[in-house]
């Protein structure tokens, strides 16, 4: 058992974007751009760049318009760019975390690079994805889920994460379909379609 | 490929310990929240790695929300406060190199915010947004002037008590928090649909931070000590197979 009890978490509120994406929020001056915004890679950066849209929707299908996703993820040789990873040193043109608002329309987007695999604790190797946490108003601790590519479906079918959702119709919730040279992934948040959130 | 540096998995956490996702108190949870269950697994690296941010990310004035948002010269209204206390965690060990990130509304309970139409004044000098990184004790301090409460619809006369919002970055993506810092002694927090979320009495007491008259700053500042615990890495390292078998 551990000795200290983690502290509870609250929702981030509808001004999160004020500590979060200041701009956003209509605050600027106070610092040179917003934590994580922009493109998660440099110039130069190995692999395929990508686009990432989606949209946070309720339980209604409504958009929400007040939340923030971030994101996290492995570089193109599936190295995280992260003092905590113990196997060698990442692309260092790749940052590998993000923050993105829902904007106009509560549509978010990540400007990022296909990540290559990454092993699990077994050995196996995992399906490319992408870790995403949600935060907004109403959501009283943040969703954690993944986005995989629907390009990758013979990864898919061996990945240790996607073969521990029971139900396919499930499974293919965290799946991002290509579609005008963006990978869509949409999160719904409650119903027939919700998407699977996970425990980490 | 060998892995030489195992990297540790964290301890699992305990949702017990958080709100639930659907609480209908809070009325905006009702459409927010999943109704399935979550789908639990020990981590991967996905999980027990995390982006790290250097000091170098941080401006001279971005401790000192009286200040970094202020004309030259001028700070903002209300009353001064530090807040200052240690990042650990669940083992109580430090959290040194963290990025906290913290928001909040001014003295008279309103943010500067595009979307807050309250009528209570925007005060020219206060921005409202801070960021500190701990340092290698864990330990963190910022200065700002206390919130003041604020009006919100949800029942008809809901009112939040003083608080102000923080976000904390560990060294993992698993470790992620955002939560809210409440005041002692605010009769406020009993009364609030967003605390009543928590899931007992203890754990509003955990997100209360304490007057420290020992460290308040005579003729500047009180200071509020408040110490923020993430969840700790377990003991056994991943198994030294990385590739293959």
């Known amino acids: 058992m551990p000795t200290f009890r983690e502290t509870p978490s609250q929702t981030a509120g509808p001004y999160v974007h004020i500590g979060c994406v200041p701009t956003f929020a209509g605050l600027t001056g106070l610092y040179p751009e917003d934590l994580g915004s922009g493109p998660l890679y440099m110039d130069g950066v190995k692999g395929e760049t990508i686009t990432i849209r989606g949209r946070i929707i309720d339980g209604t299908g409504t958009p929400i318009l007040d939340g923030v996703v971030e994101a996290w993820q492995a570089d193109a040789e599936g190295l995280y760019n992260s003092p905590a990873e113990p196997r060698g040193p990442a692309d260092p043109k790749f940052k590998g975390w993000g923050r993105a608002a829902t904007m106009e329309g509560g549509v978010f987007t990540f400007e990022t690079i296909k990540p290559g695999r990454v092993p699990w604790p077994d050995g196996r190797m995992q399906a490319p994805h992408i870790a995403l946490w949600i935060v907004a108003r109403g959501i009283n601790i943040g969703l954690n889920t993944r986005l995989y590519f629907a390009d990758e479906a013979e990864a898919n079918a061996a990945d240790p994460v996607l073969n521990r959702i029971e139900q396919k119709v499930r499974r293919d919730t965290l799946i991002a379909p290509l579609k005008d040279g963006a990978y869509i992934f949409d999160i719904h948040l409650q119903g027939d379609a919700e998407t699977v959130f996970l425990d980490i | ?245």
Request: charged content about 20%.
């Open chain 2, 1 to 245: 490929m060998r892995n030489h540096n195992p990297v540790h998995p964290f301890v699992p956490r305990n949702l017990g310990e958080h709100p639930p996702s659907y609480a209908p108190g809070y009325k905006t949870s009702v459409l927010r929240s999943p109704r399935q269950a979550l789908l639990s697994f020990s981590n991967s690296l996905t999980e027990a790695t995390g982006p790290v941010f250097g000091h170098n990310l941080l401006g001279p004035n971005d401790h000192d929300l009286t200040v970094n948002y202020a004309a030259p010269g001028t700070s903002a209204i209300g009353e001064r406060i530090i807040v200052h206390g240690y990042l650990r965690d669940g083992e109580g060990r430090p959290v040194p190199g963290a990025l906290i990130e913290v928001w909040q509304a001014n003295a008279g309970g309103r943010y500067r915010h595009v979307r807050d139409g309250y009528l209570a004044p925007l005060d020219p000098n206060f921005g409202g947004c801070g960021r500190v990184i701990t340092d290698e004790n864990g330990y963190y301090w910022y200065r700002t002037v206390r919130p003041g409460a604020y009006p919100w619809p949800n029942n008809p006369n809901d009112w939040r008590p003083a608080h102000i919002h923080f976000s904390v970055f560990g060294s993992g993506f698993a470790q992620r928090l955002i939560s809210q810092l409440y005041f002692e002694g605010d009769p406020m927090i009993a009364m609030c649909p967003i605390v009543g979320t928590l899931p007992d009495p203890d754990a509003a007491a955990l997100l209360t931070a304490t007057l420290d008259m020992d460290n308040t700053i005579p003729f500047d500042a009180r200071a509020y000590r408040y110490d923020i615990t993430v969840r700790g890495r377990r003991s056994t390292p991943f198994e030294n197979k990385l590739e293959g078998n």
